[in-house]
């Protein structure tokens, strides 16, 4: 169990490749087997690495567990977050959050948006420039997020402002939690506090438009529905969007990234993924259409496959923070209510014993195995607090790849890699040199 009140928090937390368990989970798992205690954040804790029992446990959400996230994740959050709230709290919140990102609102509203966004960033490149993927796929989806949520214009001043606030915000994220004048934890409060008062005051307004029933046809976003429910208090709304929008760019970003990193040493995977876009590109101008519509985005066969290889060895959320609510026996282990669970995604999506090769970038894996069931690859969470991003995510990441690779390959100008810390992170924001292909 480790040290007293600290356990052995700071092991687990020590970086590492994120396509590599570290080596706290490496010398557990070999000692103890993977499903094991501990004491970590501070409370005894199961940390589990095992498949079967990973699923039991987000499957039994409001059975025998909760979420139950640490106190300086919540405070971070916000206590309205959807991470802090369990039972009607969050089933409420969570119907929105679906209600706004269902299937049809995904092929006709925000297909079209997600290419707009993505051209936006990529026909600023010019032949042989240098750039860092990070930043580039980071303001695809922040801008994309921020015109979704809020019909916020990429260059306006409130958008840049918290576009700079969230960057300060993810930086406290990512470190301890220190709450010192001058730690990053200190300032990502203050950064959160600045955003969510740039939502209140838009809220105001939009409130104000609404009284005075002004034409509100621009603004259908999210902000105008939350607006429209009258079961949710102006803070429940601050919450839920200041979420959305980091929940929303942060890991498709990173999820983004970890794929321009793993095309760029896999030329074969590039040229395969190249291929098929060229020939959904060739039957377009045959059709005298311009677009990506939905036909177009589901015959991305290869695609899907390296965007399911993209997460399973980049890991953007390595585990997950439950709580038993009751005592729970699972074949064999008897667990006491209260303690803490994390099942750990990560370690299944690098299980050899599930994945031939587990470091290896292969996306031809998922060709042969297309039905892969959820326990094999859970980069999203399960059971009712399965990411309602998912398939936003899977569409961003597809559309994005599909303009790059019309358009530009690339080079790695330095040498970097996705680290977990636990929540993923390139030391140098992966810088590329891209060259235009377009011709
Ligand atoms: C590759 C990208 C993404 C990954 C890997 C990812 C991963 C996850 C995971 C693992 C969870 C579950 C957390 C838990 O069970 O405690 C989650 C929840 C959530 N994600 Fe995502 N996410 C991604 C993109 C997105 C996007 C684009 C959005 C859009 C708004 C989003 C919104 C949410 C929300 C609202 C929840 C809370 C769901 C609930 O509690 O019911 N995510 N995500």
Same mark, same amino acid.
């Given at each position: 169990?480790?040290?007293?009140? %600290?356990?052995?928090? *700071? ?12 080596? =706290? ?27 079967? *029992?990973?699923?039991? &446990? ?17 405070? %971070? ?18 119907? &929105? ?32 420039? =240098? ?34 606030? =969230? ?27 600045? &955003? ?64 321009? *990193?793993? !095309? ?5 995977? *590039? ?20 677009? !990506?519509?939905?036909?177009? /985005? ?12 993209? !997460? ?20 064999? /282990? ?19 014993? &599930? ?63 996705? !680290? ?20």
């Amino acid at each position: 169990m480790g040290w007293p009140f %600290i356990g052995e928090t *700071f092991a687990y937390l020590k970086h590492h490749p994120s396509f590599s368990l570290g080596s =706290y989970l490496q010398s557990h798992i070999h000692r103890y087997g993977k499903i094991f205690k501990s004491n970590l954040f501070g409370e005894p804790t199961i940390v589990s690495a095992d498949a079967g *029992f990973n699923r039991f &446990i987000l499957q039994n959400e409001g059975r025998f567990f909760e979420a139950s996230y640490p106190e300086s994740v919540v405070r %971070i959050m916000g206590e309205w977050s959807m991470l802090a709230l369990t039972g009607e709290g969050h089933k409420e919140m969570r119907s &929105i959050a679906l209600n706004f990102l269902s299937s049809d609102i995904l092929r006709n509203r925000l297909l079209p948006d997600i290419e707009q966004h993505a051209l936006l960033v990529i026909n600023t490149w010019k032949d042989g420039l =240098y750039l860092s993927a990070t930043e580039e796929t980071k303001k695809f989806t922040f801008y994309m997020m921020a015109k979704n949520i809020m019909s916020m214009e990429p260059g306006k001043p409130e958008t840049e402002k918290i576009r700079r606030e =969230y960057t300060t915000f993810m930086e406290g994220v990512v470190s301890m939690p220190l709450e010192f004048p001058g730690t990053p934890y200190s300032k990502a409060l203050k950064s959160r506090s600045e &955003i969510c008062s740039v939502i209140g005051r838009m809220m105001d307004s939009r409130i104000k438009e609404m009284n005075r029933q002004e034409d509100m046809k621009g603004n259908n976003d999210m902000l105008s529905w939350c607006l429209t429910e009258p079961k949710l208090s102006k803070e429940q709304i601050l919450n839920l969007l200041f979420g959305f929008i980091f929940a929303g760019h942060e890991t498709s970003s990173i999820a983004l990234t970890v794929a321009i *990193f793993y !095309l760029g040493h896999c030329p074969k995977a *590039f040229q395969e993924l190249r291929d098929e876009h060229l020939g959904i590109a060739r039957k377009k101008t045959e059709r005298g259409e311009t677009k !990506l519509n939905w036909e177009d /985005y589901k015959q991305m066969e290869f695609t899907e496959c390296v965007v399911k290889e993209t !997460l399973r060895l980049g890991n953007v959320v390595k585990f997950l923070h439950r709580k038993a609510t009751q005592d729970v026996h699972y074949q064999g /282990y008897d667990i006491p209510r209260g303690w803490k669970f994390l099942p750990v995604l990560s370690a299944v999506h690098l299980d050899g014993s &599930i994945h031939k090769d587990p470091q290896e970038f292969n996306p031809w894996r998922w060709m042969q195995n297309k039905s892969a069931s959820a326990v094999e690859l859970m980069p999203y969470g399960g059971g009712n607090r399965l990411c309602a991003g998912a398939e936003l995510a899977k569409l961003e990441l597809a559309v994005f790849l599909h303009h790059l690779v019309l358009n530009y390959r690339w080079e790695l100008a330095k040498h970097d890699e996705p !680290l977990a810390f636990p929540y993923v992170e390139f030391d140098k924001g992966l810088p590329i040199q891209v060259f235009n292909i377009s011709n």
